[in-house]
């Protein structure tokens, strides 16, 4: 039997059979660098999308093989992400080899993700906002004529109306993931006015084995939830 999990208060989580209704979410989510089987549980729970587990990024905490089959083993009904980033000038496709349960993969430089349309993979290129503004109409086409998604960040908690504008031009043109600037006031917002195919939405570290705050994510999901 499949079970919803939900937040309380100070991150403990209760679970609920499913009820009749079938729950979905209004847009595309993706939940960034998974670190952990509560995180991953939640999300899967929730039904998003897309759980990321960060495999070479040493500025965050790499999932090792075994400790992404540990964590994925208890999860369905979502796809996992390799996320990568081009500091170590990884040899993605020999890595993959070790995770043969992810189907996507995210990497900040787009010519090797062109390189890999065709491999068996949905692709997604990972961008901050501000280097990328201005982005040629042409190359966001390029992405959108190949099936790569274009994932947004920003270091920036509150987007610029200028930034508002370029996300919403390049959506015109691609799909378009958002990962920064997110509330749970703003989110519906966001998706309608900015025209974007999705979001990304990153939680935490667990205080311990089991318990984690999962408030502020729970806000954002829920407000995106809808009955089936």
Not at 164 to 181: Q, W
Request: charged share 20%; aromatic share 8%.
């Amino acid at each position: 039997m499949q079970v919803n999990y939900f937040s309380g208060k100070k991150g403990l989580l209760t679970l609920a059979p499913n009820s009749i209704s079938t729950m979905a979410l209004k847009t595309f989510v993706k939940l960034n660098s998974i670190s952990n089987l509560t995180e991953a549980r939640y999300g899967a729970g929730m039904y998003v999308n897309l759980l990321g587990f960060n495999l070479n990024d040493p500025s965050g905490k790499i999932i090792d093989p075994e400790l992404f089959k540990e964590i994925t083993g208890w999860v369905s009904g979502v796809e996992f992400v390799g996320e990568f980033t081009f500091n170590s000038k990884p040899n993605l496709l020999e890595i993959l080899k070790d995770y043969p349960a992810i189907t996507w993969i995210e990497y900040d430089q787009i010519e090797e993700l062109k390189s890999l349309v065709g491999k068996g993979y949905s692709l997604i290129f990972k961008a901050d906002l501000g280097g990328i503004l201005h982005l040629e109409p042409e190359v966001a086409q390029i992405l959108s004529k190949q099936g790569i998604i274009l994932h947004l960040t920003s270091k920036n908690d509150q987007l610029s109306q200028d930034q508002l504008a370029a996300v919403k031009k390049l959506a015109t043109n691609c799909k378009v993931i958002l990962g920064s600037g997110i509330n749970s006031n703003n989110v519906m917002d966001l998706v309608e006015t900015c025209e974007i195919f999705g979001i990304s939405l990153s939680g935490g570290e667990e205080t311990k084995p089991g318990l984690k705050d999962l408030d502020q994510l729970a806000d954002i999901l829920e407000i995106l939830e809808t009955e089936e």
